[in-house]
Nanobody
């Protein structure tokens, strides 16, 4: 059974940092592209960042470029989202997902497995 379990969300002031992580099990993690999406209250879930199975060529949403960095540790079956210079508009539930493909993808339909999400709240 495939499981993706996020952790590391929380409450932080604007300008602060957080590093959510996502631990995967039940799949050959090193062969999957992985990504992060987020959903704010009353809004659609949106793409944040993704990374290929090799760890190369990450892609980012324009709204987080230069502030967020995605990374992965295939030895630990874990993907991270390093979030800096956080803004109140970054408040959302953050989901990790594993792609059907090995590359970095930015559309939800490309992702097969999803975690339950971790709440990130940025206060002003």
């Amino acid at each position: 059974q495939v499981q993706l379990v996020e952790s590391g969300g929380g409450l932080v002031q604007a300008g602060g940092s957080l590093r959510p992580s996502c631990a995967a099990s039940g799949l050959l993690f090193s062969t999957y592209g992985v990504g992060w999406f987020r959903q704010a209250p009353g809004k659609e879930r949106e793409f944040v960042a993704s990374i290929s199975w090799t760890g190369g060529t990450p892609i980012y949403a324009e709204s987080v470029k230069g502030r967020f960095t995605i990374s992965r540790d295939n030895a630990r079956n874990t993907v991270y989202l390093h979030m800096n210079s956080l803004k109140p508009e970054d408040t959302a539930v953050y989901y990790c997902a594993a792609s059907k493909y090995g590359g970095a993808e930015d559309t939800q339909g490309a992702f097969r497995y999803w975690g339950q999400g971790t709440q990130v709240t940025v206060s002003s």
